[in-house]
């Protein structure tokens, strides 16, 4: 299968070091982890690995993203005088 972008949710009562297992797993299998913020990650892997990163304990989904082609605009924060 071909290299997708991922959504990976993080369970709620998960630990620090159950989190740092996934990361390890995502780095482990090929992957580029894209983005992390609170319980979210986004990371770029081959989509053959997806159910053993469901199969880690402390993840609650793993989820396929698509930008559709679609540029992220930068954001840009102007002060006013």
């Known amino acids: 299968m071909a ?5 990976v949710r993080i369970a709620d009562n998960a630990t620090p070091s159950q989190v740092e297992g996934i990361l390890k797993a995502l780095v482990g299998i090929g992957g580029r ?3 992390v913020a609170n319980k979210s990650i986004i ?4 989509g053959d690995y997806s159910e053993v990163i469901k199969s880690k304990s402390g993840v609650q989904l793993v989820g396929g993203v698509n930008f559709r082609g679609r540029t ?5 924060k102007k002060a006013s005088q």
């Open 33 to 35: 982890v894209d983005v």
């Open 3 to 7: 290299v997708e972008t991922h959504l």
């Open 43 to 46: 990371a770029t892997f081959d």
């Open 72 to 76: 992220v605009r930068k954001v840009v």
